[in-house]
């Protein structure tokens, strides 16, 4: 019932900028947290941003904020996240996933969500 399609990963060189787009279908993104996360090769997965369009409230894991910004276009029912100045260190696959707003800002934190959907990789060249 609920997808949500992450797509916008690619190959790009450090400092360069990728754009990311989350389509979700089956909610509707005014009700719900949305966030991104993402998880390296061998690594724990980890929490990139999360954004609550009713609350207008964005917040960003320190490792990204001020590099990336989340935003949304409501009427497509997209999130997505705008990631400038990337680093090695952002190489990972990038998930989008939703969480109700009545679970609250936390779930998305640590990324408890309700629906995941396919990541899509990014590659940051040194």
């Known amino acids: 019932d609920v997808q949500l399609q992450a797509s916008g990963g690619g190959l790009v060189q450090a400092g360069g900028s990728l754009r990311l787009s989350c389509v979700i279908s089956g909610l509707s993104i005014d009700d719900y947290i949305i966030g991104w996360f993402r998880q390296a090769t061998g690594k724990e997965r980890e929490g990139v941003s999360c954004?609550?369009?009713?609350?207008?409230?964005?917040v960003y894991a320190d490792s990204v904020k001020g590099r990336f910004t989340i935003s949304s276009d409501n009427d497509k029912n997209t999130v997505l996240l705008q990631m400038n100045s990337l680093k090695p260190e952002d190489t990972a696959v990038y998930y989008c996933a939703a969480v109700s707003l009545d679970r609250g800002w936390r779930s998305c934190i640590i990324y408890d969500m309700d629906s995941w959907g396919k990541g899509t990789q990014v590659t940051v060249s040194s």
């Open positions: 954004l609550s369009t009713s609350g207008n409230i964005a």
